[in-house]
Nanobody, 122 residues
Framework: QLQASGGGLVEAGASLRLSCAIS????????MAWFRQAPGKERDFVAA???????FYTDSVKGRFTISRDNAKTTLYLQMNSLKPEDTAVYFC??????????????????WGQGTLVTVSS
């Protein structure tokens, strides 16, 4: 139901745009989010987009990443600018209905995409 794409190998300072295609149903309510998991580390919150258009970011990507959704609500995006080697990870899109205080926790999301690898070289 969620298909992430757009990852790749880039140099530090470059940009990438990740896409998450939604199929099978629409997520007109609830929240969609991006998480990432670096090798040997836990899955961490990156950004979230609520049903009414609010956005949330982890501190390390504020000002560099932008989460958005198309008007048809069929695709979630993550525009990543000024990429750093520490952004290297597998990026996952997710959908769910977390409460506000749990919006940054992976446990708040029930539906997950398969992940797309982003590698940033120094």
């Amino acid at each position: 139901q969620l298909q992430a794409s757009g990852g790749g190998l880039v140099e530090a300072g470059a940009s990438l745009r990740l896409s998450c295609a939604i199929s099978g149903r629409t997520f007109t309510t609830g929240t969609m989010a991006w998480f990432r998991q670096a090798p040997g580390k836990e899955r961490d919150f990156v950004a979230a987009f609520t049903w009414n258009g609010y956005t949330f970011y982890t501190d390390s990507v504020k000002g560099r990443f932008t989460i958005s959704r198309d008007n048809a609500k069929t695709t979630l995006y993550l525009q990543m600018n000024s990429l750093k080697p520490e952004d290297t990870a597998v990026y996952f899109c997710a959908a769910g209905q977390p409460i506000r205080s749990n919006i940054r926790a992976s446990s708040g999301y029930r539906t997950w995409g398969q992940g797309t690898l982003v590698t940033v070289s120094s």
